[in-house]
Each structure stands twice: as structure tokens, then as C-alpha cells.
């Protein structure tokens, strides 16, 4: 199936409602306790998410990371707006910041916040207009052993692919998720396609994992 892509910011109210409300624990779950274990020889460190987006990822790792400190990036700040108000409830405004930033133009001031030990993100490729982007805003913001874990959609071979994932995995969910969901899967990148994007950066060692039957996982070190 030919790449679709989507809009960079997903961003209305009825969109970060929706993404609010859904429940990621299963992928959410994956990520998390991949990142622990990649990150159990490393001291507490600081971690940067990049597209945080209503925060309930980041609040995940906070829980399964909980001597690291945290601070969470989006450009939307409705999604920033509820990332808050979780983090909040969650009590962990001492462990988690929020940075309003989109790549690559507010770069310099991530950049400004100094070392982190460890880079993230999730479903947030997909969304970039090249895809480029990320990696190399990764490479920019990272130094020398700081780890990085990546993850998001699969492309699916067909759309009647991606339609039988959304039926599958969205039960219950309200049409604008589903709809969502659906454009995602149809932006997103295959698995040989994130390849080839690593050795443009000259990342050859970096792995690659499908840990669901939608997802990719890239893990790697700078």
C-alpha cells in the first residue's frame, strides 16, 4: 500500500479527546518495559520524549523509570494541555516538564536544556512531513552513549489490512479514533523503509523489533 500521509498536528479537541480517552496500555506496556530493561545498567538520568502528545506514555515511563527525571515534548498545546493536567493527578510534576516544541524549528531550545541520558519517542514519525526529521533531531539533541528507543505504526499491505487493525483494536472507541488510527496506519512506515532511514544516518548497528502486529521498535545508542 502507497504511503499516505497525514497532517503533522493532531491537535482538536475532539482528536486529543478522543486520544485521551483510548486505551495504549498493551502498546504502552511493550515500550515501557523495553526501555527499563534497556536502561537497567545505566544510572538515573534525564529522558527526553519527543511527541509526548496527551502524556500517558510519559507518565508510564515516569512510573517504570522512577528515579529519572523526564520532560515531555509536543506541538500541540491541547495534548499539552491534558499531558498536564495527567501529570497533575499523577503527582509527578517534580519528575516531569513539559516543553511546547516542534522539529526542527524549536530545536535550539531543547538543545538549551542541556544532557539527556536517554531519547524516546512514540507514533510520532508518522506525523513528520520527512521523516528524516526525527532522526536527525535525535542525532542533534543526543551525545555520545545516549540511548534511544523508538517506536511506531507499521504500514499495513493493503488498506483492507489497515481497516481489519482498526476493527481489531479500537472496540468501543468513538469514529473520530478510529478514523484516526486508520490515517495513521496509512502514514506510517514499514519496517524496511525505518531501515533504510538508520543507514542514511549511518546507524548500522541499531536494532529493529515488531513487537506487536502494528508496531516497529527501533533501539540504538549515539
Known amino acids: 500500500m502507497k504511503r499516505v500521509p497525514e497532517p503533522e498536528l493532531m491537535d482538536s479537541v475532539e482528536q486529543t479527546t478522543a486520544y485521551a480517552a483510548a486505551d495504549f ?9 523495553h526501555l527499563r530493561s534497556t536502561l537497567t545498567s545505566r544510572p538515573p538520568g534525564r529522558l527526553l520524549d519527543l511527541g509526548c502528545g496527551s502524556g500517558g506514555l510519559l507518565v508510564d ?68 512531513a520527512d521523516p528524516m526529521t526525527l532522526w536527525q533531531s535525535v542525532a542533534t539533541l543526543g551525545a555520545p552513549k545516549t540511548q534511544v528507543v523508538v517506536m511506531d505504526l507499521s504500514r499495513p499491505s493493503s488498506i483492507e489490512a489497515a481497516e481489519a487493525l482498526v476493527e481489531a483494536h479500537t472496540e468501543g472507541a468513538d469514529d473520530v479514533l478510529k478514523q484516526d488510527f486508520l490515517n495513521s496506519l496509512c502514514a506510517a512506515w514499514r519496517a524496511d523503509e525505518v531501515l533504510d532511514q538508520l543507514q542514511q544516518m549511518g546507524w548500522h548497528d541499531w536494532t529493529l523489533t515488531e513487537p506487536s502486529n502494528r508496531h516497529w521498535l527501533v533501539t540504538g545508542q549515539l
Not at 506541538?75 to 510534576?93: K, V
Open 25 to 33: 496500555s498493551e502498546p504502552n506496556g511493550l515500550f515501557c518495559e
Open 61 to 128: 515511563m515516569a512510573h517504570a523509570l522512577d528515579e529519572w527525571t523526564l520532560i515531555g515534548t509536543d506541538a500541540g498545546p491541547n495534548m499539552l494541555s491534558l499531558a498536564a493536567e495527567l501529570i497533575e493527578t499523577q503527582a509527578l510534576a517534580s519528575r516531569i516538564e513539559l516543553i511546547k516544541a516542534h522539529l526542527p524549528g524549536d530545536i535550539g531550545a531543547l538543545q538549551a536544556q542541556g544532557h539527556f541520558a536517554a531519547i524516546t519517542s512514540n507514533s510520532l514519525l508518522h506525523h513528520l
